[in-house]
């Protein structure tokens, strides 16, 4: 079967793609490399078929699509310093890529479209472990935070509503929290490393103040790349059409129990300094995963043998660039 990943070489995008490969997929990428890089994919390169393309263009977009029978959108601008930051884009990658890439399946008759979206859709959520049906919402459109959120629900909308009604399969999966070795800079993982790396001045001194943003009782609950990919892969194969499910692990984690483990891998005292969360910042998260687990959905990496791999790649990153 030929599919269509866009936002192909961007973190999440370039595992599903080697996931695909390995399955036995023929896989085409649809990624303008804004945010991703092709580096992500050269394990995989002379197996997949790239195309340099913004789903915000229409006709790359239906190029892209041609010949396809599935469709895995990801494709979109992440990163809370880009929420704050660049919201126009993100709503303009968000709502034009959505429509952009349901047309397009249509047009080209693709009989499964699939669309990552996000736990950012609750903002605070009611309860704990959060399952599917829990309200979404925008608590406040005045704050740029809420672009990624806002695109994300718009594109649900036009997935369920606009792309279902005309002919087309779709499944959605909500990421939460997926971490993993090269996934960017703009999340607490790579941010908590890089300061720890930068106050120990590379590990020199071992015993460092870390301010935070918060006071460390906030919870996320982490979920390693290679767990994520197979969970999606379950979501685009099994999934029923219409549905959506959560992706990630029922194990929540405070963040000052995060830094406790950052500290325990690096060999790092580490006292933390508390300090004000942003506007729109979420207290907890964890979702409730039953329903992608009775598709056969079950994590199998523990957050401590995750961050191992993850803590690794980006200390040789950093201290390879303050040397």
Same mark, same amino acid.
């Given at each position: 079967m030929k599919v269509l990943v866009t936002g192909g070489s961007g973190f999440i995008g370039a595992a599903l793609c080697r996931k695909l490969v390995a399955t036995g997929y023929d896989v085409r990428v649809l990624d303008d490399n804004s945010r991703g890089t092709l580096t992500r994919l050269t394990d995989i390169q002379d197996r997949i078929e790239f195309v340099e393309g913004n789903v915000c263009d229409a006709q790359a977009v239906?190029?892209?699509?041609?010949?396809? !029978?599935?469709?895995?959108?990801?494709?979109?601008?992440n990163g809370t310093r880009f929420f704050y930051e660049r919201p126009d884009e993100v709503l303009e990658v968000g709502i034009k890529?959505?429509?952009?890439?349901?047309?397009?399946?249509i047009a080209a008759k693709v009989n499964r479209y699939i669309l990552a979206s996000t736990s950012e859709v609750y903002n605070t959520p009611s309860e704990i472990p959060t399952s599917e049906s829990e309200r979404i919402m925008i608590p406040d459109v005045t704050n740029p935070r809420f672009s990624y959120g806002g695109g994300k629900i718009a594109s649900e909308l036009l997935t369920l509503h606009y792309g279902g009604k005309r002919g087309l399969e779709t499944v959605i999966f909500r990421p939460h929290n997926i971490y993993g070795a090269n996934m960017g800079f703009e999340h607490v993982i790579p941010e908590l490393v890089a300061k720890i790396v930068k106050l120990s001045d590379n590990f020199t001194k071992k015993s460092i103040d870390?301010?935070? !943003?918060?006071?460390?009782?906030e919870t996320r609950a982490f979920c390693y790349i290679d767990d994520a990919v197979r969970g999606i892969l379950l979501c685009g194969e099994k999934g029923n059409s219409g549905e959506i499910y959560h992706l990630g692990t029922?194990?929540?984690t405070s963040i000052r129990e995060l830094i406790e483990q950052l500290a325990n891998i690096l060999g790092i005292n580490i006292n933390i300094i508390p300090g004000t969360l942003r506007p729109g910042g979420t207290i907890r998260r964890c979702p409730n995963i039953s329903k992608l687990s009775q598709l056969g959905y079950q994590p199998q990496i523990d957050l401590k043998e995750g961050l191992t791999h993850t803590v690794s790649w980006y200390v040789d990153h950093f201290t390879k660039n303050t040397n």
């Open positions: 239906h190029i892209a699509t041609e010949g396809c !029978q599935m469709v895995w959108h990801l494709a979109y601008i890529g959505a429509i952009n890439t349901i047309e397009a399946a870390l301010p935070i !943003q918060g006071n460390g009782e029922q194990k929540e």
